[in-house]
């Protein structure tokens, strides 16, 4: 079965996609997603897409998602190669990243 962002109109990066799921007064979600929106923005092909985790309980069910923000770190297909919870540092991002790409 195809994850729920496999697809063109899930906004997924040619290279790499850096998920993200949050919730509303998570004070370390916003960190987060300037963190990578910095690095989205910093290397071709890299994407990211933030998942409200309260209006997707779903997936957040089916991913085995227990606290925000989690980081999910998917290759050019859309499958998970790296997983992070609590906010990352940016050197860490570019890391995770050099495992997708």
Not at 63 to 73: A, D, K, Q, S
Not at 78 to 98: C, H
């Amino acid at each position: 079965m195809p994850e729920p962002w496999a697809g063109p109109e899930a906004g997924l990066g040619e290279r790499a996609t850096l998920v993200q799921f949050s919730s509303a007064f998570c004070a370390p979600c916003r960190a987060t997603r300037r963190v990578l929106a910095e690095v989205a923005a910093l290397v071709p092909g890299v994407a990211h897409v933030e998942i409200d985790a309260e209006a997707r309980l779903d997936l957040v069910r089916r991913l085995g998602i227990v606290r925000t923000p989690t980081v999910l770190v998917l290759d050019a297909a859309g499958r998970i190669v790296r997983r992070a919870t609590g906010q990352p540092r940016k050197a860490d991002v570019i890391a995770a990243l050099g495992e997708a790409l």
